[in-house]
Each structure stands twice: as C-alpha cells, then as structure tokens.
C-alpha cells in the first residue's frame, strides 16, 4: 500500500490523453461547423429482391464532404457524432435532404411509390420528445407520404425507455413509415428487443453473413435467424454481401432482400438517380 502512488498513473498518461481531449474537441468544433455549412450529405445503396433481382428501396448513408480531407465516411466520426447532442440537429438535416430528394425525384416521374428510402435513426433522436413531431412537419414540407421512408434502430437505440421508443414507433408507422432492427444478432439481447419492438424487417448484420458458405456455424445461425423472422413475418435484409457464393447460398431461401458491395456501393444521389430510378417507373 506505501508504495502507491496515485498521480502516477495521471502522470504517464497525461500527455496522450491532453491529445486525445484536443482530437475530440477538435472534432467536435468540426462537425458543429460541418452542420452549419451543411456539409454533411447522403449516399444511396441500393436494396434488391434476390430472387426478383428487383431495386426495392434504398438505404441513405452520411458522409463528410470535408473542405480539406475530402470525403469521410461515418466510421471517423459517427460515434462521436451519435453521443453528442449535435446528432439531433444533423440527423434533422439529413432527413430533410433526403425527403427533398424524393420529392425532386417525384417531381421528375422517377420515384416509384413502392419505393422505400431508409435512414439510421440514432439513440438520442428517438429519445428527443419532439421526434415524432420533428418527422411528420419534413414529410408535410415535402408533401410525402410516410410510405417513402423506412427508419433503421438498433436494439440499443431501445435500451433506456422501450415503453417510449414502441410509443413513438406506432405514431409514424401510423404515418406509413416502416421499421428496420439494423445490424441484427450483434447486441446482446436481439431475441428479446424483437419480441418487443415492432419492427417490420430485421437486418442481418454483415459479421454473420461473411462467412455463411465456409462456416457451418455461422451457416447455421443465419437460417435460425432466417427461420424466425419468417415465422414472424418480418422481411429479411441480409447485410454485406459481397460474393456471388454467398448471394447463391442465400437464394435458397425464399424473399431475401441483399444490400452489399456484389450488386453495388453506395452511390452519391444523383448517381444513383441515374443508375436505378426509371424515367417513367414501370415497377
Ligand atoms: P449500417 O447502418 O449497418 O450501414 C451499412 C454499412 O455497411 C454502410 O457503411 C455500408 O456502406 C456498408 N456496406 C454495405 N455493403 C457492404 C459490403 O458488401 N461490404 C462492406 N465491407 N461494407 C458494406 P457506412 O456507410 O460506412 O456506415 C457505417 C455505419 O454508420 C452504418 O452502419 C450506421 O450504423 C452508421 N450510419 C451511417 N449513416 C448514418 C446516419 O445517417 N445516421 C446515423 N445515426 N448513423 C449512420
Ligand atoms: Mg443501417
Ligand atoms: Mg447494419
Ligand atoms: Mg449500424
């Protein structure tokens, strides 16, 4: 016990850690910045019928468009963005983007109304009190039916009040907006949050579907997995496909949906546009 000494271990550290704090303080001026000049934006990867080989939505991704570093991707700084108050206003921002997109694209003839676009919605902004009433006023001011969008939870955006997040789901799938339960069978209660929120699809997470033609387990857990939102009647998106092996293996069950580097990338908007919204929707 004498030889304890309790400001050592702030000594070693302390220069690494005076670093670290400037990183984030950094980052954190950077993105206020970054909403304000709007320099957040969105990419669209495409979702398919595997069997229909059909486009049935969208998925909308944030990107940094960085004055100087260029385009960063969500990995250098969602988590940072998602605990911090800043998700609130900018995940606002980016849904509005997205509805003025699909409105555009209406505009234009070229927005099928089957078509779903989905956007993350994080922890903080399902529990802001206005979330349901921040929603509805974008799809007012874009004159859009609730059916456009397609909102993407993970089991822990429902950790802390389940009772408050099922509540506000219900109001805007009452407004046709639909749910998916995002990087499905990583968190650690999957089963339990399934059973309680009332999601319409359920994403299989990437983790599980890279290995499904060489690992027996994995291949297992995935036709479990398929087996119980069948039974539930949830549509099924399986996440990161990015071989023909593994969208082979997949086809041997019936109405998966794939979103993965295989069929394509996210696009930015307009070329997605381009590439997979018809002039005059025939589907
Ligand atoms: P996610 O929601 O699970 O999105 C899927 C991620 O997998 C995307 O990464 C996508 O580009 C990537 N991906 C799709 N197919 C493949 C593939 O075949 N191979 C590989 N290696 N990757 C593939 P991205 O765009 O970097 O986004 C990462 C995560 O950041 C998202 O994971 C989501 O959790 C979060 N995120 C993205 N946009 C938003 C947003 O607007 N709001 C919030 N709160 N989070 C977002
Ligand atoms: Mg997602
Ligand atoms: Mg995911
Ligand atoms: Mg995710």
Same mark, same amino acid.
């Given at each position: 016990e004498a030889k304890r000494r309790p400001h050592g271990h702030y000594q070693v550290f302390e220069p690494q850690m005076a670093e670290e704090v400037n990183r984030l303080l950094q980052l954190e001026s950077d993105i206020r910045a970054a909403y304000q000049e709007h320099h957040f934006t969105f990419y669209l990867q495409p979702l398919i019928d595997?069997?229909?080989?059909?486009?049935v939505g969208a998925e909308a991704l944030i990107r940094w468009e960085h004055p100087t570093r260029g385009l960063v991707q969500p990995g250098a700084f969602i988590g940072f963005l998602e605990n911090s108050d800043m998700i609130n206003p900018v995940g606002l921002q980016l849904l509005d983007d997205v509805c003025q997109f699909i409105r555009r694209q209406k505009e234009l003839g070229r !927005?099928?109304?089957e078509l779903r676009v989905a956007v993350n919605i994080s922890e903080r902004q399902l529990y802001d009190a206005d979330f349901v009433g921040k929603c509805l006023s974008v799809l007012h001011k874009y004159k859009l039916p609730g059916s456009c969008l397609e909102f993407e939870i993970t089991e822990g955006a429902a950790l802390h009040n389940i009772d408050e997040v099922v509540d506000k789901m219900r109001k805007l799938q009452n407004e046709g907006i639909t749910f998916a339960l995002d990087? !499905?069978?990583?968190?650690?209660?999957s089963l339990s949050y399934l059973k309680r929120l009332p999601v319409n699809k359920i994403k299989i997470d990437k983790s599980f579907i890279d290995d499904i033609t060489i690992d027996p387990q994995d291949a297992a857990m995935v036709a479990s997995i398929i087996a119980i939102a069948s039974n539930m009647n949830l549509l099924i998106v399986a996440e990161g496909v990015e071989t023909d092996a593994q969208a082979q293996w997949l086809?041997?069950?019936?109405?998966i949906l794939i979103q993965g580097y295989l069929f394509d990338r996210p696009l930015q908007a307009q070329a997605f546009a381009q590439n997979y919204l018809p002039e005059s929707p025939t589907f």
């Open positions: 595997l069997h229909a080989r059909v486009l !927005f099928p109304a990087d !499905f069978g990583t968190g650690y209660s086809s041997q069950y019936e109405g």
